[in-house]
């Protein structure tokens, strides 16, 4: 058995405390089993499926929304409960809106099965409009208390601990990087202090996690964890890396920047210079090129020019990725990221309270993922047409207890054909085992009240506290032999009570299988691995179009709204295993990096204009076609079944390559001046070259990182 930090302990606890007593209040207190059964149901999902995590502002507003959209759902869902054609169709719209929405990830993510049960509890069980005061009146009490057991019985906050050790990491790697100024470079002990940093941030981050807050923060956390390893590798590989005083400056910006990361993780806001602190890397970083431009105008040798800027790639590459570990830790604490958009993260959130950049952000990601390539449409209408024809089964047949069909579909229901049948299974094997529990107990004591809620108490228990330590029978179990005794409370029926639960989940687990089958039935990390090898294939024809074709630029951004859209469907699905998920932050994070790249050069297009330049064009197309082939390699390695080739570039040869072109160009026109001419151009050539660098670096790590689909 494994609980970190005793999570399920906890939620478990809550639930065995909060469930019984409402359920008996309404029951025995009040005489109002629809009620009762409303408040129990009502309890268990908002404490045992939700259990949001974060702040306790934003986790009481998160459980305010969830109460009041599952309401109206209650109400929805009890007028149209004795249609069985409407209420199916409803459902289809119910749970394939909630699914999409979920995959926002966070909170919505953590919202989608409560919401789906208030509904389709509702709507499963026939009654008249009239019954919707008391179904009402359970759900909001449910609501009610859940919060507050949710807000001071045994809170824990799990994601200070990975805070604390990105801080913590911060703080060495800004250490460390700052060591680079000096003539030794970083001592053996800072290296040691950086890799243990590194290495307890990963152990950190690898522990499950409870939803807390869009999935903006989620992912900005992932990509920092990335950053700050990538910093860290850099650092520990500078051993007799000499200072120059170019580089000694931007080593003291990039351990500025750091230690800025590290006050905002410490701190829990956003930074008000936060801004200032990107724009002052990215600054520095191109400030280089232009201070040797300006060198070169002064009477300096080309060749001395290209000299100083490539004796400190280390110190300009850490400085990108200290600007976008600024951006990642101000989006995990706040949301929000640069507001003059220098740098373009790979997940941005909208500035809040802002309702425009709100509906701007939403209407993108409908966009994107409104085509069936979209791992969120396949697995919405998936949720959808499964609950729907769960729904439409359990009115039609009038089935006994019929929420339980549904309820069955969304529990074993997968991203693949294979996992909904492995699930369906071990549902049924779970109930099996929980029904032959529930009848020799019954058979045993018969309907003793006093037995039956201890049972209630400690199966609702182990129900909430099994899944995740134990196994998805153990929950199944546990849940079948609390519900058995739940029911048989409202309405004593014995051991008939389980049979009834068993047929349904039967009934419930076929359906899921079948849709499964017809409706997209691969796996989550199949369609991840296909949108992001359409991504890269799209960067690799973009960073062309940078250069080569300035006329014909390649679309990147719903390709890459698409990939993260897959990522955060992984995400929710190795919520128990999170380790696993460090290659693909990592490959989005490169990603982003290849895109930001794409976007400067189309704002540094007088490299198109080298007509006197003609060796310095030729090589910078040479060298354009390289990076798109690793690009284009790294994609071919994301969906292949073997161990797909593919040559990584050198940076050094690079910079070989494009060495002597870049200054023949600018020694021929060192003593030309003027914002449009040659030297103009040659300033360009500098940056373009020292961007291709850059992108060489990325598309290398972005080849070794990628696994292919033998891999894992």
């Known amino acids: ?83 069985a054609v409407i209420a199916a169709l409803v459902g289809v719209a119910v749970a394939a809106v909630a699914r999409f929405a979920g995959f926002f990830g966070g909170y919505y993510g953590a919202s989608v099965s409560p919401l789906i049960l208030a509904y389709v509890l509702a709507a499963t069980i026939p009654a008249p409009a009239d019954a919707i005061p008391d179904r009402l009146l359970g759900w909001l009490v449910a609501g009610a208390v859940s919060t507050v057991a949710a807000l001071v019985l045994w809170p824990r906050r799990e994601r200070l601990r990975i805070r604390e050790a990105a801080a913590e990491a911060a703080g060495v790697v800004a250490d460390a990087v700052a060591m680079l100024a000096t003539p030794d470079g970083p001592s053996p002990e800072a290296v040691t202090a950086v890799r243990d940093a590194v290495a307890k941030l990963g152990d950190a981050a690898s522990v499950p996690r409870r939803p807390a807050g869009p999935s903006a923060h989620d992912a900005a956390l992932a990509f920092l964890v990335d950053q700050l390893e990538r910093a860290a590798l850099l650092v520990s590989s500078a051993d007799g890396h000499a200072p120059t005083p170019t580089s000694t400056g931007l080593a003291r910006v ?53 000299e100083e800027i490539d004796e400190c790639f280390v110190e300009r590459l850490i400085l990108v990725i200290a600007a976008a570990a600024l951006v990642n830790a101000s989006v995990v604490v706040s949301g929000r990221g640069p507001s003059d958009g220098t740098v373009s993260i790979p997940l941005e959130a909208p500035v809040p309270g802002d309702r425009r950049a709100v509906l701007t952000r939403l209407r993108e990601l409908v966009e994107s993922n409104a085509v069936s390539a979209s791992a969120w449409a396949q697995e919405s209408l998936r949720a959808g047409v499964a609950v729907g024809v769960a729904i439409f089964i359990a009115d039609e047949l009038r089935l006994d207890h019929g929420f339980w069909v549904a309820l069955g579909t969304l529990s074993v229901l997968r991203s693949n054909a294979f996992e909904t049948g492995r699930s369906a299974l071990m549902a049924a094997a779970g109930t099996a085992i929980g029904f032959a529990i529930s009848a020799a107990v019954l058979g045993l004591i018969g309907i003793d009240h006093d037995v039956l809620w201890v049972v209630v108490a400690v199966g609702f228990f182990l129900s909430a506290y099994t899944p995740q330590v134990v196994g998805f029978v153990a929950g199944q179990v546990c849940f079948t032999i609390a519900v058995v005794a739940m029911f048989n409370l409202i309405e004593p029926q014995g051991w008939q009570t389980g049979l009834v639960r068993f047929e349904n989940i039967l009934i419930g687990s076929g359906v899921s299988a079948v849709v499964a089958l ?13 949108n992001l090898a359409e991504l890269y294939r799209r960067l690799a024809r973009g960073i062309a179009s940078g250069i080569v074709h300035p006329e014909s630029e390649e679309p990147v951004a719903a390709a890459e709204q698409r990939a993260h859209a897959s990522y955060v469907q992984y995400l929710s699905e190795t919520a128990r295993a999170p380790a696993g998920r460090r290659p693909w932050a990592s490959l989005l994070g490169d990603a ?112 070794a990182a990628a696994p292919t689909a033998r891999d894992g």
């Open 1 to 83: 058995m494994h609980d970190p930090g005793l999570q399920s302990l906890r939620r478990a606890a809550r639930v065995a405390i909060v469930v019984p007593v409402l359920f008996a209040i309404f029951l025995n207190g009040f005489d109002n089993p629809v009620a009762a059964l409303f408040a129990g149901f009502g309890s268990f999902a908002f404490l045992g499926f939700a259990d949001f995590g974060g702040p306790p502002p934003a986790r009481a507003r998160a459980y305010g929304v969830l109460v009041g959209v599952g309401a109206v759902l209650v109400v929805v869902g009890t007028v149209v409960s004795n249609e």
């Open 254 to 306: 990039g351990a500025d920047a750091f230690r800025a990361v590290e006050r905002t993780l410490r701190a829990s806001s956003r930074p008000a210079d936060l801004d200032a602190l990107v724009t002052s890397c990215i600054d520095a970083k191109h400030a280089v090129v232009q201070h040797a431009i300006a060198e070169l105008g002064g009477g300096g040798e080309p060749g001395g020019v290209l």
């Open 518 to 530: 017809f409706f997209w039935p691969r796996r989550a990390s199949v369609g991840l691995r296909k």
């Open 592 to 703: 982003a990096q290849v895109r930001f790249a794409i976007e400067t050069l189309q704002r540094h297009r007088g490299v198109t204009r080298f007509d006197a330049c003609g060796p310095t064009r030729t090589a910078f197309h040479e060298v354009v076609d390289e990076v798109a082939a690793v690009l284009d390699a790294t994609a071919t390695r994301l969906v292949a079944t073997d161990h797909a080739g593919g040559t990584a570039l050198d940076v050094g040869s690079v910079a070989a390559v494009t060495r002597d072109p870049v200054c023949a160009c600018l020694g021929r026109h060192a003593h030309e001046t003027g914002p449009d001419g040659p030297l103009a151009a040659g300033l360009d050539a500098a940056l373009v070259r020292d961007l291709l660098m850059d992108v060489t670096a990325v598309a290398d790590h972005a080849l």
